[in-house]
Nanobody
Framework: QVHVVESGGGLVQAGGALRLSCAAA????????MAWFRQAPGKEREFVAQ???????YYADSVKGRFTLSRGDAKNTMYLQMDSLKPEDSAVYYC?????????????????WGQGTQVTVSS
């Protein structure tokens, strides 16, 4: 059973920064593609960023230049550095993992999810 855990959410003023962390624990020790999605109240879940086992990263246009994804030293860990935060970035952020998602931006192709962490950006 793969267990995904996020941390690092909170309340910050517009223009501030937060760092989210995610770890996917797998007793089979497989390597995963890992991604962040977010969902604001009344809105659909949307892709934020993905990092692949080879290090390649993909970002949503809405966060390019402001968010930076990096891998941790431990297998299947990653960090999302969020700078220049805007009120529209407020959402529950979810970490997702999959061995090989068919579409990196589509949450339907990720098998494992964390419970989410709230990010609130005040204006």
């Amino acid at each position: 059973q793969v267990h995904v855990v996020e941390s690092g959410g909170g309340l910050v003023q517009a223009g501030g920064a937060l760092r989210l962390s995610c770890a996917a624990a797998d007793p089979m020790n497989r390597i995963y593609f890992m991604a962040w999605f977010r969902q604001a109240p009344g809105k659909e879940r949307e892709f934020v960023a993905q990092i692949r086992p080879d290090g390649r990263r993909y970002y949503a246009d809405s966060v390019k230049g402001r968010f930076t994804l990096s891998r941790g030293d431990a297998k299947n860990t990653m960090y999302l550095q969020m700078d220049s935060l805007k009120p529209e970035d407020s959402a529950v952020y979810y970490c997702a993992a999959d061995e090989r998602p068919h579409e990196y931006y589509n949450g339907r192709f990720y098998d494992y999810w964390g419970q989410g962490t709230q990010v609130t950006v005040s204006s």
